[in-house]
């Protein structure tokens, strides 16, 4: 049984091993009832740890090619056994979807699925900050419209009127396109899902922030990419040693989320703004800018969470805790333009698509995190020939976004109704983030370290030393609060000593009992390690 494993390639041993099995199993090298040897002996024959051998073994008998018996070892199954039962899911299933990380998404629903526990954990906004009346009063203005009863089906691009506001939306944000430059999407994750189909092939590099937005890290996998992490700070990622990540790995993208950062808040200031676009150009690979929570901006407030005291979260923040920006001019209410946005963007906040226009940088953003969750539809600014080819790509997927949901992103978009509701998300959040500051300032345990947001929907907080986020969650679901545990977002290694903690997403009147709830619990965990005198 000559068996050949290649320690070079990027395909896990245990696959390589399951693979070449499975191939003599099915081609009648290895006969019906052929003993394999035991896991220890064939382990030390191919120089490798037993894990992996039991590993591949465990793959084979779930697809019923091989089966144990206690006392006599481990056996080919012959064909007329294999007959009449499931099927050998994970031969059928591709390789694309094998490269899926399903622990991570199952995780992530256990943190959000406790429907009686203060939910800190859930990525979105709580729905009755919608007001019934916005949604319905402007789905009614949109669909008496003449326009939608002559319009069959949108342009895969998306409305040219749609596209337009749109171009006029993101002029005002600092980012010089127009209507050429911009596709509506469902949602701003299948400009991400289009991006990684258009530029990634297995084995590219892509640099990410050491900690992010988990659905992308699974899209980069998926496509066979090779993720790395480059680390951050209080500012978000460190462009300082991004010239070295990229003069070693060659990456093809880099992907960032630079305003409000998913998970940890933090908010890249303008110089590593710059240093990302300039590093880029350098080196001639693109950046996907992911800003969903970019006009969520608490101006106004910043200075009274700073001055209370916010404490460090991410590695050394300090007492400050300002999540890099020293103070944030201008007015998040918005006024005075066509869609209602604010009149004078902060210059620290302008996106990276609006500081090159060599088309290095794609931008992604949508309306699901500003309107409701419920409207699936996103936008992505570009240069004509990535929209040229994602279009393309787009045709088999699902030829365009909902004319429906366009329409009425038009009205919001038109009308100036989503600036002036946009603005009044500012001020509920941002009073629900001081909120948390507070409870957290009055309710944690000493060695409970976070940071201070400017704006978006996280705080980033790291737990007393030695505490495991992971076990720390079933205590505080049982408790009745819940949280996203840092390994959720970590790229190459666990980061079992952060949590996520979603600061939008509660009642007002929940932000205060829900983060006491937490600290007990924290407080609780920490006593409860000491009296055992082992691990957290």
């Not at 906040?349 to 699936?376: D, Q, W």
């Not at 919001?412 to 629900?432: A, K, Q, T």
């Not at 400017?454 to 790291?462: I, K, T």
Request: charged residues 20%; proline residues 6%.
């Amino acid at each position: 049984m000559p068996i050949t494993l290649n320690r070079h390639s990027s395909v896990p041993l245990y696959r390589q091993l399951v693979n070449a099995l499975r191939e003599d199993i099915v081609s009648g090298a290895l006969a019906a009832n052929y003993k394999l040897p035991p896991e220890r002996e064939l382990a030390e024959r191919l120089g490798v740890n037993r894990a992996t051998v039991l590993q591949a073994y465990q793959q084979l008998k779930s697809e019923g090619l091989i089966a144990s018996h206690v006392g006599r070892g481990t056996f080919v199954c012959a064909s007329d056994d294999r007959q009449g039962g499931a099927p050998p899911w994970q031969i059928l299933f591709s390789d694309y979807s094998n490269r899926f990380t399903y622990h991570d998404i199952a995780a992530a629903d256990q943190a959000q699925q406790a429907p009686d526990a203060i939910d800190f954990a859930t990525g979105s906004q709580n729905p009755a900050d919608i007001p019934d009346n916005l949604l319905r009063s402007v789905s009614i203005r949109a669909f008496e419209s003449t326009d939608f009863h002559s319009t069959q089906e949108s342009p895969i691009e998306g409305f040219p009127q749609l596209r337009e506001l749109l171009a006029d939306h993101m002029t005002q944000r600092g980012v010089r396109c127009n209507a050429d430059n911009v596709m509506v999407l469902s949602g701003a994750e299948q400009g991400l899902d289009l991006c990684v189909r258009a530029f990634v092939n297995p084995g590219d590099c892509v640099l990410v922030e050491q900690s992010t937005f988990f659905p992308a890290l699974q899209a980069f996998r998926s496509a066979d990419a090779r993720v790395i992490g480059v680390p951050i700070d209080e500012h978000g990622m460190r462009t300082d040693l991004l010239d070295g990540y990229c003069k070693r790995f060659h990456p093809k993208l880099i992907f960032t989320i630079p305003t409000f950062q998913n998970p940890s808040g933090a908010t890249m200031p303008l110089r590593r703004r710059r240093e990302i676009v300039e590093t880029a150009m350098r080196y001639q690979c693109l950046v996907i800018e992911d800003d969903p929570y970019g006009e969520l901006c608490y101006s106004g407030r910043t200075d009274r969470a700073m001055d209370a005291g916010g404490h460090g979260g991410i590695g050394g923040i300090g007492n400050a805790g300002n999540g890099g920006i020293a103070s944030i001019p201008g007015n998040a209410s918005g006024a005075g333009n066509a869609s209602g946005a604010p009149s004078q963007r902060p210059r620290e906040l302008t996106p990276l698509k609006g500081m090159e226009n060599a088309g290095y940088v794609i931008y992604l953003s949508t309306f699901s995190k500003t309107v409701t969750p419920g409207l699936r539809t996103g936008w992505l600014v570009a240069d004509s020939h990535v929209i040229a080819r994602i279009a393309a790509l787009r045709r088999m997927i699902d030829q365009h976004t909902s004319s429906s949901s366009q329409l009425i992103c038009m009205e919001l978009l038109s009308s100036g109704r989503i600036g002036r509701h946009i603005g009044r998300l500012c001020e509920i959040y941002g009073h629900r983030r001081d909120l948390m500051l507070d409870a957290l300032r009055r309710y944690a345990p000493d060695g409970m370290r976070w940071n201070t947001p400017l704006g978006g929907y996280y705080l980033w907080a790291r737990l007393p030393d030695g505490l495991r986020a992971a076990r720390l969650l079933d205590d505080a679901r049982h408790a009745g609060v819940t949280f996203m545990p840092g390994d959720m977002f970590a790229v190459d290694e666990d980061d079992s000593s952060h949590i996520r903690l979603n600061f939008v997403r509660p009642d007002s009147r929940q932000i205060m009992p829900g983060i006491r709830l937490l600290c007990d619990t924290i407080t609780e965990a920490e006593q409860s390690a000491d009296r055992r005198g082992g691990e957290r």
